[in-house]
């Protein structure tokens, strides 16, 4: 009987999944903010954080102490101001009507994502099923 690879089976949706739902609460929060003076809309950049989260994968970098730095880049390591097309007068560089068009996009690329991953479970179910 061979063994079942979680990594080869969910390809790269549980990383995908995760950095989506980030993007979303950074995206609210900025809408949150829409109102704030001096907010400064933030953003990932989800393609980077993936390439990044995907090489650092297949490097197989393991942390064997404590005191070792991490491969691995957290979202707050990534968060990068917005520059604004207009800024509002109080300096706040929210644009409601973009921030809320990036966070439909994005919550439709998680469902997108999610289904993918869903479907990777669902397939290692009926893997395990047939053994």
Do not use: C, V, W
């Given at each position: 009987?061979?063994?079942?690879?979680?990594?080869?089976?969910?390809?790269?949706?549980?990383?995908?999944?995760?950095?989506?739902?980030?993007?979303?609460?950074?995206?609210?929060?900025?809408?949150?903010?829409?109102?704030?003076?001096?907010?400064?809309?933030?953003?990932?950049?989800?393609?980077?954080?993936?390439?990044?989260?995907?090489?650092?994968?297949?490097?197989?970098?393991?942390?064997?102490h404590k005191a070792h730095i991490s491969g691995n880049q957290s979202v707050d390591d990534s968060l990068k101001y917005r520059n604004p097309y207009q800024p509002a007068i109080d300096g706040n560089t929210v644009d409601t009507q973009m921030e809320q068009s990036f966070y439909t996009e994005n919550a439709l690329r998680y469902n997108v994502s999610f289904e993918f991953l869903n479907s990777g479970f669902k397939g290692m179910k009926n893997a395990l099923k047939s053994q």
């Open positions: 009987m061979s063994s079942i690879s979680f990594d080869n089976a969910l390809n790269i949706y549980p990383k995908t999944t995760q950095l989506r739902a980030a993007r979303a609460e950074i995206l609210a929060n900025n809408l949150a903010n829409a109102d704030t003076p001096h907010y400064k809309a933030r953003d990932i950049d989800f393609n980077a954080m993936l390439d990044g989260a995907m090489s650092s994968r297949s490097i197989g970098m393991e942390k064997t």
